[in-house]
């Protein structure tokens, strides 16, 4: 089953040491191109994230990010009583200059900016042990990634199914408008015959020539026949359930050239509106398949 390659995941946790919000986004690309959004001191989950996600994708722009709540420890907060001095200080002021304002509680100025201080972890390195917990939430939010861009991929199935069925009613119109080609050259051969018969000097062997060239321009019989060699290639890639995104782009590029030759070889117009339609047809299904992964 084909993937596309757009999605979303998400997934959070926590630990004794804090808690962690990992987000997985991918949109189309041509090649993995990662960029990631971590906390200082995770340059070890950084490179770990990034192999994993070349190992689970083979395309699509990613962008990673990774947040971190760390659990202040209680034991190491220190209070700082100077500023608390000051602004009690600064409380009772208020609430004696007859404002209405009335004095701020402990509780309230204990959680007052800068009054406890706890140790930053904004310059340690995330140790084995945290980073193995981190990872763990990085592949549950890979999942959910995957599974938007496998529902994507089952979307995408279906409208390429239905478009390779357009294009091979299209070859098969074609191959009947291509059975009456000969006659329509026959037809326009005699006129021509009758052109070059007033010059009495052209020969047997002119002659003959003329109708090689234009029985060779009029037969569109490879064409058709690598047009439905390709048909029945495209339909094999989509079912083969691996990524087939690249090997269907270059497969776009012969269709669409057995089609201009097809448009280019025929003596009808019937034929001629045929090829257009398929050169139409190809274009919108090379449009699609660079949502695939």
Do not use: Y
Request: hydrophobic residues 45%; proline residues 2%.
């Amino acid at each position: 089953m084909i993937r596309g390659m757009t999605g979303f995941g998400r997934a959070q946790g926590q630990a004794d040491w804090g808690a962690w919000v990992w987000e997985a986004r991918s949109v189309n690309g041509k090649s993995v191109d990662l960029r990631t959004n971590f906390p200082p001191g995770c340059e070890a989950v950084d490179f770990e994230a990034r192999r994993r996600v070349k190992d689970r994708f083979a395309r699509g722009s990613f962008q990673l990010q990774l947040r971190i709540d760390w659990t202040r420890d209680a034991a190491a907060t220190a209070i700082d009583t100077r500023e608390l001095a000051r602004l009690a200080r600064l409380s009772r002021q208020w609430a004696r200059s007859g404002s209405g304002v009335q004095p701020a509680s402990f509780d309230g100025l204990l959680n007052a900016a800068g009054v406890a201080k706890g140790p930053s972890r904004t310059s340690n390195a995330v140790d084995e042990t945290t980073a193995k917990e981190i990872l763990a939430g990085l592949d549950q939010a890979l999942d959910m990634l995957a599974g938007a861009r496998q529902r994507e991929g089952e979307g995408l199935l279906q409208l390429f199914n239905a478009m390779l069925a357009q294009i091979e009613q299209l070859v098969a119109q074609s191959t009947e408008f291509a059975a009456k080609q000969p006659e329509l050259v026959r037809e326009r051969f005699r006129a021509r015959l009758a052109d070059i018969a007033k010059d009495a000097s052209i020969d047997a062997d002119r002659i003959a020539q003329e109708v090689l060239v234009m029985a060779t321009r009029a037969d569109v019989r490879e064409e058709l026949d690598r047009l439905t060699a390709h048909i029945n290639s495209a339909r094999g890639m989509l079912a083969a359930g691996e990524a087939a995104g690249r090997k269907l782009d270059f497969l776009c590029q012969e269709l669409n050239r057995e089609a201009n030759t097809l448009c280019s070889k025929s003596a009808s117009l019937e034929l001629t509106n045929a090829g257009l339609a398929l050169k139409s047809l190809i274009d919108q299904f090379r449009e699609q398949v660079q949502n695939v992964e």
